[in-house]
């Protein structure tokens, strides 16, 4: 009985043995067969939980690179680069000893104290502090060295770099570097570099002047690549997809490096003796209305920068310097008589009074008088002759209350008067009770100096494609009024000479001896909200210039505000920039009048018979290679080009370097593109040191630095 029992339990587990190894079985099919049912699934369909596998993937070994585009360059008249593209640098130490190359070089700090002297060098950071940051409580895998590893030059990153200290690294920010320093800086403007919050790029944006005028023309477009590669980072395909970078367009200016560094020179030095409030110098083409000069004090390179630019968005009473508009609408309307009387000093009308510069007045003058001495009563007389309507009129005529719309300047701000009121009215023939802004101003002075015929000011020539050179947009001279008759500048242009020539004139101070000049002085109180401000230095004074007198080719104009120390008369500080300035433009009109030469294709001709044909006619020729025959040259065929300028002839063989000792900085460009090297300066002007000495050999790729010093 008992075995029988044992075998009846024998044959039960074996039965519920094998029933639980068909189970078993049958649910690791089933799973089989789901996986395989999902594998195919996800093979054929590709897509999981809403996800696209395939993407994903293609995502997971695809290559992205974004291909910046180089911001545009901003040149002079002359090609020197104003503003271009550069980086700086930002060092960090790596600590973490697991760093090393795939051939087993170590990239963390081997000796802490060498990078820390190499750091102290080059930086503004001491060994100690150096040494300290490199040595942090805790583990960490880099460090940086705050602001004094920050905004690091390339040539500074590279002497660093020169003395091989292991573990210090350098990772480039997109810059701009400005090659003439304080180089019409409110013009040119600014670009910084700013951080993309959504794609962590760093771009250039420009914030003031052309540079933020043009932005988008200067920024270009960046490109993009997509390339396949494998899970090693190999590439897997030759094919790549996406599209190239769009380099930004280049802007030219028509200022005039010599004549632009001359006058930041006398601005910044008349503003250091008189710690005025503000200036603004401008020197523009008579007949074209290209402005090759224009500065401003404060700019952005101030103690106390400013961000605006002067020359049409700030407005201010311009004083006498209207009366050139005044004396143009009376005499142009026939209401003025030089030879008819008045009683200088004061006058009251209107329910209050005008007062000359000197309150006690000369006596009973002359109207030609008035304009010489700068009478306010004299040129209040001129106004109610001709009638506040016929004055309003030529206000208008010579576009005074309008924006001028400069190409390449924003934000303006136009010229406003109430014009209520007899006395105000007055005031405006002197310009009191009217504001303007610079820009207004040229161009208005530009119909007195053309005979009758007004242009309008511009600075920037035109807009190129860096790829192909192509204009993209231009400008030039453009005609925007006749207010005056032609007549009637002559003989306005005669009074001015009066102002200096006449012994009661105004503008003594202006007097260049052997030279014929134009002027007209001005002397305006600083308005507020109550009325005048008092006080010797509350005043705005100005003078404007034509040069020649009787052909005027440039208009100069001087504003100088609240000149806080006058050691002597502010007319003597004006005439300290506008002669040095005018005397330079008269020079150019010498030599000019001495004959210009145009410029042939000298290719394949030989250069010593070039260098003597045009020495003969006062052409310097430089001639680079040791080969007879030219093959390039600096200045283009059909180039005018003035006496004593420079042209550079290449030819072949061995290239050596010439004495660059008193040469512009334009010519070392030029020297640069025909060498195949890069030129480096420092300094404004001229050069007075050069690293390749001369007869030297220069090889393609060398480095030039140049020390440059205004003459």
Known sequence: ????????????????????????????????????????????????????????????????????????????????????????YTVYAVLDHSQKSSSGKKLYVTNKAKAAQILAKYLPISEEKAYQTMTPKKKTFQVEFGTAGRNISIQTMRKMRAQHVNGLHFLATPARQYPEGEFATQLVGLASPKVNSKTGQTKLVG?????????????????????????????????????????????????????????????????????????????????????????????????????????????????????????????????????????????????????????????????????????????????????????????????LLKPVHVWGMGGETAGYTPFKGILMQANTAFGQGITVNVMEMMQAFSAVANNGTMVKPYVVSKVTNANNGKTVASTGRKVVGHPIKASTAKEVRKMMVGVITDKNGTGQAYKMPGQSIAVKTGTAQIGTAHGYESGDSNYVYSVVGLAPAKHPKYIIYIIMKQPKTLKQPAETELANVFKPVTSALLERVSAKSKGIVRLGNYKDRLASSIQSELSAKHIQVTVLGSGQHVTAQSVPSGTKAMVNSRLILKTSGRMTMPDLNGWSQADVNRLGKLLNIKVESDGNGYVTKQSIAKGTQVKDGQVLKIQCKSH
């Open 1 to 88: 009985m008992n075995n029988k029992g044992r075998r009846t339990t024998n044959k039960g587990q074996q039965s519920n043995r094998r029933t639980f190894g068909i189970f078993f079985y049958v649910l690791i099919a089933a799973m089989f067969l789901l996986f395989i049912a999902r594998f195919s699934q996800i093979a054929l369909l590709k897509h999981i939980d809403h996800v696209d596998l395939q993407s994903r993937a293609g995502k997971l070994y695809t290559q992205q690179q974004v291909i910046n585009a180089k911001r545009g360059t901003i040149y002079d008249a002359k090609g020197n680069a104003l503003a271009q593209d550069t980086s700086t």
């Open 207 to 399: 914030s003031l002047g052309i540079e933020a005028y043009f932005d988008k023309e200067l920024s270009g477009k960046n490109g993009f690549r997509l390339a396949k590669q494998d899970v090693y980072g190999y590439r897997v395909s030759k094919r790549e997809s996406g599209w190239d970078a769009k380099d930004g367009d280049n802007v030219h200016l028509t200022l005039d490096s010599q004549i632009q560094q001359l006058l930041e020179n006398k601005m910044a030095s008349v503003e250091k003796e008189t710690h005025s409030s503000s200036m603004t110098g401008v020197v523009m083409e008579a007949k074209t209305g290209k402005i090759i000069a224009a500065t401003q004090r404060p700019d952005r390179t101030s103690s106390s920068p400013v961000w605006t630019n002067a020359l049409v968005q700030d407005t201010f009473e311009p004083g006498s310097t209207m009366k050139v508009m005044a004396l143009s609408a009376a005499i142009d309307s026939g209401h003025f008589d030089p030879n008819a009387t008045y009683n200088s000093g004061t006058w009251s009308m209107g329910g209050g009074k005008i007062t000359d510069w000197v309150s006690s007045g000369w006596g009973a003058i002359t109207c030609r008088d008035a304009f010489y001495r700068s009478s306010n009563v004299g040129f209040g007389h001129i106004e109610q002759n001709m009638g506040s309507k016929v004055w309003m009129k030529y206000i208008k005529r010579f576009h």
